[in-house]
């Protein structure tokens, strides 16, 4: 049974509505009239319904038409609908329809599916297409840019619908990614990292890949793992864009690009730091052991492994840096002329 949220007020209503899912057992449409493409007059059903304290009980109810397509709606047999009852002292006195077929199961599905297939998607994506190109020795700066392009623009869409919102979204994230990306590649070389301080790198080695180059691997997982962040910020900074236009359409480029912005600025400081405790929380025994064993904080930042992490950590927060006016420039061109 479908109850109404209570309020803590029901004892002093004796009577009340129930809702329940129906399952519509029989129709008689003897007594709707056609008026051109409306129809007006009551539908007489036969329901079952299907949960709740009267589950198995069969009732009548009626199904007014007022000639409004938009609220009116003819059921059939052998469908579910929403039923709502009235009850007085635990007795049903009446029944009708609630207007509409019974939907919540298949949105809540939808919600359902919605959330599996971005998650799937993205474990696909990597399992499937970027670590076997990976392992077949392909440009893993490229590959991983691929993937990341792919699954911001189904994420993105997903979530902000083929429209300006998704849309900003994609092209705000994406941009960002790829100037990170280059910029990323500038660096590893004055750090001179090789790639190997991953875990299992070695290992990967010695199982017949030698041929592979660690540190573009190494630079892949890098802006990989801050993309789940970019996308998040990108999608904030639009749908706050959005927002905007919609409650204040003549806006200026310019004020809206600003306005973009200021919701960048507050959100980075937030992400960046999240990003910083995410990577600095796999290695707190290892800083441990360093701060236990008295070792300078110029000798940590030299070493290798530790140079790598805080290229990751640097590389991860910038590209959140160069999201937020690529998204706001982005959104005030596109939201313009939307």
Same mark, same amino acid.
């Given at each position: ?190 750090? /001179?990292?090789?790639?190997? @301080? ?5 290992? !990967?080695? %010695? $199982? =017949?890949? +030698?041929?592979?180059? #660690? ?49 960048? /600025?507050?959100?980075?400081? @937030? ?5 910083? !405790?995410? %990577? $600095? =929380?796999? +290695?707190?025994?290892? #800083? ?51």
């Amino acid at each position: 049974m479908l109850m109404r949220l209570p309020t803590g007020f029901e004892h002093r209503q004796p009577v009340y509505s129930q809702l329940a899912k129906a399952r519509v057992l029989k129709v008689d449409n003897s007594d709707i009239i056609q008026n051109g493409i409306v129809k007006n007059g009551s539908q007489e059903l036969t329901v079952e319904i299907l949960g709740g304290p009267f589950k198995g009980k069969v009732f009548k109810a009626i199904n007014p038409l007022f000639g409004k397509m938009e609220l009116d709606e003819m059921y059939m047999a052998g469908r579910n609908i929403l039923l709502e009852m009235t009850v007085v002292s635990g007795q049903t006195k009446g029944s009708h329809p609630r207007g509409t077929y019974y939907r919540l199961g298949l949105e809540l599905l939808l919600v359902v599916l919605f959330a599996l297939l971005s998650f799937v998607f993205s474990a696909l994506m990597l399992w499937k297409v970027m670590i076997p190109a990976f392992l077949k020795a392909h440009d893993p700066i490229l590959i991983a840019l691929g993937v990341v392009a792919s699954l911001t623009a189904v994420i993105s869409f997903l979530v902000g619908g083929i429209s300006p919102k998704g849309l900003v979204c994609f092209l705000g994230a994406f941009l960002g990614l790829v100037l990170t990306c280059l910029l990323a590649q500038l660096f590893i070389k004055g750090f /001179r990292i090789h790639g190997a @301080t991953r875990p299992f790198a070695e290992t !990967l080695l %010695y $199982s =017949g890949f +030698y041929y592979l180059n #660690l540190s573009k691997i190494f630079l892949a997982g890098v802006f990989t793992a801050s993309s789940g962040a970019v996308m998040d910020l990108a999608m904030d900074i639009s749908a706050s864009m959005h927002e905007v236009r919609e409650k204040h359409p003549v806006i200026s480029r310019w004020d809206h690009f600003k306005s973009g912005m200021a919701v960048g /600025r507050a959100v980075i400081g @937030t992400m960046t730091t999240t990003l910083l !405790l995410a %990577y $600095s =929380g796999s +290695y707190l025994t290892m #800083l441990m052991v360093f701060m236990g064993q008295g070792v300078p904080l110029g000798n940590i930042l030299n070493l290798n492994y530790v140079a790598a992490e805080v290229l990751n950590t640097m590389v991860g927060s910038f590209v959140l840096v160069t999201v937020a006016p690529f998204t706001a420039a982005v959104g005030a061109l596109i939201y313009g002329r939307a």
